[in-house]
């Protein structure tokens, strides 16, 4: 006997979206063609970058909660979100729904910090240092004195994503990445691996990887051990 009782199958994780229209090229979260596995979208409306990030996301929670509610009830088996900020409404969106909830990229920095040898530690890049607060670290679990660094004040990535601008040129976006990886790294010696906040950087992990040779930490790749939790591989038995 199979039971029912969801809108949609095969799609374990949902993931709540700014609205935004700056492209997605392959890496983000928005696009579909980053996941190995089908995922369901939920788009929370007049959630736009800005709001979220500069502004703290006032007056969204309800919207948020209702849409992580949609989710589950669309056949999610966990909810993400697809930005780092939405930290701050962890433990309200935790209580919204009765499946896993993982909000943000910065969940992650206390397990990293555990991995690596000691003396070192987990560094944070952001989009907007100027936006991230005490709030919001706390909310993600974030070890007090976690270096953090942005891409906030560069050429064209903060400007294109908080702006919500139509156009993203690539190249000029993973110089400001790779360039804030570097200061970061250069400004705090002992970090053994950077923790990616905002999701539109996971395109360009890997060249932040080759130029600081740190590991380097997404939503994506949170995501990706997060979706394994929820849908196992249905190994074959051995005989």
């Not at 906040?197 to 997060?226: D, K, L, Y």
């Amino acid at each position: 006997m199979i039971k029912g009782g969801k809108s949609v199958y095969g799609a374990s994780v949902g993931i709540l979206m700014l609205e935004a229209r700056f492209p997605r090229i392959l890496g983000d979260m928005g696009n579909a063609g980053t996941w190995d596995f089908p995922v369901l979208y939920k788009v929370v409306r007049d959630a736009s970058p800005d709001r979220v990030v500069r502004q703290g996301a006032k007056g969204l929670l309800d919207a948020f909660k209702m849409a992580a509610q949609d989710l589950e009830a669309d056949g999610a088996d966990g909810i993400t979100t697809n930005c780092g900020f939405l930290a701050i409404f962890q433990d309200e969106l935790s209580s919204a729904v009765d499946i896993p909830v993982l909000t943000s990229s910065l969940m992650q920095v206390s397990a990293v910090n555990s991995l690596l040898p000691p003396g070192r530690r987990a560094g944070i890049l952001t989009v907007s240092r100027s936006s991230l607060t005490a709030a919001h670290l706390a909310a993600a679990g974030v070890p007090e004195g976690t270096p953090v660094g942005t891409t906030e004040g560069r050429a064209h990535f903060t400007e294109v994503i908080l702006g919500n601008s139509n156009d993203l040129d690539p190249v000029a976006a993973e110089a400001d990445n790779v360039g804030a990886a570097e200061d970061l790294v250069a400004q705090h010696p002992d970090i053994g691996a950077i923790v990616l906040e905002c999701t539109n950087m996971t395109p360009f992990a890997t060249a932040i990887r080759r130029a600081t040779g740190h590991p380097v930490f997404s939503q994506v790749s949170f995501v990706n051990w997060f979706q394994s939790s929820l849908s196992p591989p249905d190994w074959p038995r051995r005989t």
